[in-house]
């Protein structure tokens, strides 16, 4: 399998990237890690005419944490993200999601936003998102936009994403205090794409749990912590509409919901009282 | 304003190529198209690297970029302009030896066929001079990202583990 023809362009700066993509047409792609674009390129799947390679662009290479906000650019990739030594203590999901991502030998090249741009509905990085109430930074030469997760995520591998933008960063809140964290997948083997993955947040407030893997794009709702959890994970399964694949059955997927589901909602619970607990200390 | 804009590198021409090889320098001509493999083994002529799936999921291809483990058939030859590659054929110090590695490979009947070994033995190079200390746990983990038909992987980790142990103790290596 090899790519269609296609021209390239190493920019230099983020107008560079904009320019070329403005230009274009809709025919350019951005290209960073590659390890989600390559595979359609290869599958002839995806046939731009141009791409631009925005791993030189300096300006993109960034991760800013400003306090409350964690901002992922598009140049970072996911194995340095996963090897920062203070990932885990800024955004805990994170640093639970980030070591099933595909392998270390894809982690080495592919980046946050990539994953994010390619929106696998089976993907990590998409559900954490998703359960965290991030944003994805959207830029054109018209103009500058942030989305929530929930309305970049339009269906199975498709976004809001105009032909014309880039996707700058990706920004989610760092860790607060008196919130746990839990994340879950369930696959064949570790690497593999999930058959369903979890993310839960637990704070005072709230119980978010979302799920990847099963809809379209993942789904978070909000669940409560009284005995009404079971009725409202059926729900949630049921709402999912999964379907049969060639990994496993739609009802598999509706019972990894109930049960699994619950066990990543209450791990999320445990981790709040044990954070509390450490934070008293 | 910002710098003038880079050039583009036109389909269907090809294009300079330069990158350090096992710390030599190499370079060819390739389109934007052509895969970091090919691109080895057509134009260098390097054809330890081997390639299978040609979509990122076997693990034959797996070479060293700028020190990490990743699929060359997931990287196009444009892209490695500049970085430092490193393949099977870097790991001996000489052609007529074998690695720490290697050599436990060979002890442990780490290979069979040998189609997907020169991808496994760059990641766990890779790894174990990251994590001298790596356990079995983190070496399965690596080869998560390996497809093996031949040996059922047990002898790998074995091998794995006797060269973690090897080049912990270099003179009984």
């Excluded at chain 1, 944003?135 to 809001?160: D, K, Q, Y």
């Excluded at chain 1, 032909?163 to 083997?189: K, M, N, Q, W």
Aim: net charge neutral; proline share 5%.
């Amino acid at each position: 399998m090899k790519p269609a023809r296609f021209a390239y362009q190493r920019a230099a700066t983020t107008e560079h990237v904009l320019e070329a993509l403005h230009r274009s047409g809709g025919e350019a792609r951005v290209i960073a890690g590659g390890q989600s674009l390559v595979p359609m390129l290869n599958m002839r799947l995806a046939r731009p005419a141009l791409l631009v390679d925005i791993m030189h662009v300096a300006a993109l290479s960034h991760v800013d944490d400003d306090g409350a906000r964690l901002t992922i650019g598009a140049g970072v990739r996911q194995r340095d993200l996963e090897m920062r030594h203070d990932t885990a203590a800024r955004q805990p999901l994170l640093a639970m999601a980030l070591p099933w991502l595909g392998h270390v030998q894809t982690r080495s090249r592919g980046t946050v936003c990539g994953s994010i741009a390619h929106a696998d509905p089976s993907a990590e990085l998409p559900l954490v998102l998703t359960a965290l109430r991030g944003e994805v930074h959207l830029r054109s030469r018209r103009r500058a936009r942030r989305l929530p997760a929930e309305a970049f995520f339009t269906g199975m591998m498709v976004t809001a994403r105009a032909e014309d933008e880039l996707i700058e960063a990706v920004s989610v809140p760092a860790v607060r205090p008196g919130t746990g964290y839990a994340f879950r997948e369930i696959s064949r083997r570790h690497g593999d794409f999930a058959i369903a993955a979890f993310a839960a947040v637990a704070d005072e407030k709230e119980l978010r749990l979302a799920i990847g893997g099963v809809a379209e794009t993942p789904k978070a709702r909000v669940l409560p912590t009284d005995q009404g959890l079971d009725d409202a994970l059926d729900t949630f399964a049921w709402n999912l509409e999964a379907r049969d694949d060639l990994h496993a059955s739609a009802r598999y997927r509706r019972e990894l919901v109930r049960r699994i589901g619950r066990e990543v909602v209450l791990a999320a619970i445990r981790d709040r009282e044990a954070r509390a607990l450490k934070e008293a200390t | 304003m910002s710098r003038q804009a880079p050039a583009v590198l036109d389909a269907g021409q090809r294009h300079p190529v330069r990158f350090t090889l096992n710390g030599r320098k190499a370079g060819g001509e390739a389109e934007p198209r052509m895969l970091l493999h090919d691109f080895l083994r057509h134009v260098l002529g390097a054809t330890g690297t081997h390639v299978g799936c040609e979509h990122g999921i076997c693990g034959a291809c797996t070479v060293q970029i700028d020190g990490a483990p990743a699929r060359a058939c997931l990287t196009l030859a444009v892209q490695a302009d500049g970085a430092e590659i490193r393949t099977v054929e870097g790991l001996a110090s000489a052609p007529d030896r074998l690695s720490a590695l290697q050599e436990a490979f060979r002890a442990h009947h780490g290979l069979q066929c040998g189609f997907c070994t020169p991808g496994i033995l760059m990641s766990l190079d890779a790894l174990l001079r990251e994590r001298p200390d790596c356990g079995e746990a983190e070496i399965r983990e690596t080869l998560s990202g390996h497809l093996c038909r031949c040996t059922g992987y047990t002898p790998i980790v074995k091998a794995a583990l006797a060269a973690a142990e090897a080049l912990r103790v270099p003179h009984h290596a």
